[in-house]
């Protein structure tokens, strides 16, 4: 354990990284790493400073895009129209027009144009108003 050093790990997390690991991972691996030093050093079986704690954890962004197929849609609005046609109507709006659930939900028919076919948008987190 003496042979370890910050240094050690900053290598050993920029190989986890080019192997294509996930940051989540390199992070669960060096957080494994730390606990073993603190248990070694609580059961004395180890008296250095624990390595991990000057080593910069990555940072976790592990989202990803997906959209749903056509296929998909099709099917989720078929069964949302069983359980509910409320549902199945927001789901679809949300669907067609890229809206999030709380942009629906303060939709008013003041926001509603039928003769041109569009929404009136208003969204707090961009603080904008879009026509969609």
Not at 11 to 28: D, F, I, N, Q
């Amino acid at each position: 354990m003496q042979d370890i050093s910050p240094f050690t790990l900053e290598s050993l997390k920029k190989k986890m990284k080019g192997a294509g690991l996930a940051p989540a991972t390199v992070k669960r691996d060096l957080a494994i790493v730390g606990r073993i030093f603190n248990y070694a050093k609580n059961n004395d079986l180890y008296n250095g400073d624990n390595p991990v704690a000057k080593v910069k954890k990555p940072s976790e962004d592990n989202r990803r895009t997906r959209f749903l197929s056509q296929e998909e849609s099709m099917t989720l609005l078929a069964e949302l129209g069983k359980v509910s046609p409320t549902v199945h109507d927001i789901a679809l709006i949300s669907l067609r027009c890229g809206l999030r659930a709380g942009e629906i939900f303060k939709l008013t028919w003041n926001d509603v144009d039928f003769r041109n076919g569009t929404f009136l948008i208003r969204t707090l987190k961009a603080a904008e108003t879009v026509m969609r």
